[in-house]
């Protein structure tokens, strides 16, 4: 089993920046990738970004997220700028083996270990 927890979550102006973090621990030969989806109050949870062989972003935050994943640490991280009041969501960190197909990961394919969530507000 693989256990994340994220950190890093808050309020920020729109155009500000904020960190968010997702400490990953247990069994990592068992992770290939890891990333963030986002949910709002009564929508479906999206795809934000996910590392592995390959990175991948949803078009909504490409330019203005980033991605990165330390694999001696066993942590990554999501850098957000430029944040708009759309952005607003809980943010979870996600970890697991991964997917090859063609936008698999916006289904989460593969990503079998999920933290319990990071709220970001982002005020107008």
């Known amino acids: 089993q693989v256990q994340v927890v994220e950190s890093g979550g808050g309020t920020v102006l729109a155009g500000g920046s904020l960190r968010l973090s997702c400490a990953a621990s247990?069994?990592?030969?068992?992770?290939?990738?890891m990333g963030w989806y986002r949910q709002v109050s009564g929508k479906q949870r999206e795809l934000v970004a996910v590392?592995?062989?390959?990175?991948v972003y949803a078009d909504a935050v490409k330019g203005r997220f980033t991605v990165s994943w330390d694999t001696i640490k066993n942590a990554v991280y999501l850098q957000m700028n430029s944040l708009k009041p759309e952005d607003t969501a809980v943010y979870y960190c996600?970890?697991?083996?991964?997917?090859?197909?063609?936008?698999?990961?916006?289904?989460?394919?593969?990503?079998?270990?999920w933290g319990k969530g990071a709220l970001v507000t982002v005020s107008s």
């Open positions: 996600a970890a697991g083996r991964g997917c090859t197909g063609h936008g698999c990961y916006n289904q989460a394919y593969g990503m079998e270990y």
């Open positions: 247990g069994n990592m030969f068992l992770v290939n990738a």
């Open positions: 590392a592995s062989s390959l990175t």
